[in-house]
């Protein structure tokens, strides 16, 4: 241990506060922990002997009452529910700003507004809306403009994944690229929604994917589907030292070969780029924990709830692979983070019933017929936040995530990330509910 630091818990994993664990002596951690990125994602809580400075208050990102943590190392907050970053408001003691933009010079206090109360009741409006599968074809199929553009730009397969999405994820993701959606005439548009999310200027996913001087070049060619995945690709998993085909098994697709392939929404070859893709998080993910975690989550698996979950999942075509066991060790990690924040090392193992309700929220799809699949699987009622609550996206898990592949929140590769998991996560979820993105009615919209 290194003169003047704090002692570690017992078997605890030195490696991102977001995967601290219940202690099992016999596990010998494997790496130290990236400070940085402790301090940076979760403040003093990095330090179980810290003191936690928090403070209650409404969100100026996502409009609700919740918990914001002081990150020291960027002399600014993080709100608990949505992940945005904030300060405190100088005009509202009970409010904290939103700070846009990587510094803080702009910093808005949203209850000072004077649409404050119509902006939340426009919120609650819109999360409130039943939601079943029906509603979700119908968006799929629609025809819009905002539907032709994603088509034209090679889009079309996102556009639709984000449109299924439910409106509490549109929303937070939109946080997470930089900007609030629910002060924005197109809230409540799922198809504008959409849009939004992929092209916004300098804060869109698309714009987030160009590289190097092409930023600075107002005549860039901007990328399409195939080139965002690239991007993600060559960004995370592809150094410098070595080539594509060591590290990826499916083909790079040469740049005119892309962009014929993003103009289809049943592409093979971009499903299968996808699903190597969100192998390889998944696998990454696993390779930072340690022997025991695994061997935890392995007994863990093999419980009844979890087998029939699993079950479930597979009989409506889901891949066990890409997106069970991904959900599996994200909700393990997050259970076993919040246990020992709350206990420390005399907190409880994580129970099989508990993992299997995280698992079934996280990859819940927010429609009507999820309870069944839930009670299928075993798991009863299950609590859920309010409908009008951005809680209901179930971002905690994967915000962990981040933490465990040592990203450094609010960075531009976490603000990426984020939004294609969750993207190729939905992909599963449509298969879930009978409703694949590769089925010929999703091909061409219906006629207004």
């Known amino acids: 241990r290194a003169p003047g630091s704090l002692p570690r818990p017992s078997g605890a994993r030195a490696t991102h506060p977001g995967v601290v664990f219940a202690s099992f002596g016999c596990c010998q951690p494997r790496e130290k922990m990236d400070a940085k990125v402790a301090k940076a994602m979760y403040g003093d809580m990095a330090d179980q002997n810290a003191p936690r400075k928090k403070k209650e208050a409404h969100c100026s990102w996502c409009f609700e009452f919740a918990v914001h943590f002081f990150i020291k190392e960027t002399s600014s907050w993080v709100c608990d529910a949505c992940k945005g970053r904030t300060t405190e408001s100088p005009k509202c003691s009970d409010c904290m700003a939103r700070l846009e933009g990587s510094g803080k010079g702009h910093a808005i206090c949203a209850k000072s507004q004077s649409n404050w109360e119509e902006t939340i009741d426009k919120k609650r409006q819109v999360f409130s809306k ?26 079309v397969r996102p556009f639709l994944l984000l449109v299924s999405m439910s409106p509490h994820h549109r929303a937070l993701l939109a946080i997470q690229l930089g900007w609030c959606p629910f002060v924005e005439e197109c809230f409540g548009d799922p198809h504008e929604e959409a849009w939004q999310i992929l092209t916004r200027k300098s804060l869109g996913l698309r714009s987030r994917c160009i590289r190097g001087l092409s930023k600075l070049n107002p005549f860039a060619a901007t990328p399409d589907w195939v080139g965002i995945l690239n991007y993600v690709a060559l960004t995370m998993y592809v150094p410098s030292y070595m080539s594509w085909n060591d590290e990826f098994q499916c083909d790079k697709m040469s740049r005119e070969e892309g962009q014929r392939e993003s103009l289809t929404v049943d592409s093979r070859k971009v499903d299968t780029f996808e699903n190597e893709l969100m192998d390889k998080v998944s696998k990454q993910q696993r390779s930072k924990m340690n022997r025991v975690q695994v061997c935890t989550v392995a007994q863990l698996m093999t419980s009844d709830n979890l087998r029939k979950l699993m079950a479930i999942q597979q009989a409506r075509g889901v891949e066990r692979h890409t997106m069970s066991l991904f959900a599996i060790d994200s909700c393990y990690l997050q259970l076993a983070r919040d246990k020992h924040l709350h206990k420390g090392q005399d907190a409880d193992p994580v129970e099989p019933d508990e993992l299997a309700a995280a698992v079934a929220m996280f990859l819940s799809n927010t429609v009507d017929g999820d309870e069944d699949l839930f009670a299928d699987a075993g798991l009863g009622q299950l609590h859920v936040p309010p409908p009008e609550s951005i809680l209901n996206a179930h971002y905690e898990p994967l915000w962990l995530t981040l933490g465990t592949l040592g990203l450094k929140p609010h960075s531009s590769t976490a603000r990426i990330l984020p939004v294609l998991v969750c993207m190729l996560l939905q992909k599963e979820k449509l298969k879930m509910a009978h409703l694949p993105v590769s089925s010929p009615e999703f091909s061409r919209p219906a006629p207004a």
Not at 136 to 150: D, G, N, P
Request: net charge positive; glycine share 8%; proline share 8%.
């Open 130 to 155: 039943p939601r079943g599968a029906p509603k979700v074809r119908f968006e799929m199929t629609r025809e819009s403009e905002s539907r032709h553009l994603a088509q034209k730009e090679g889009l």
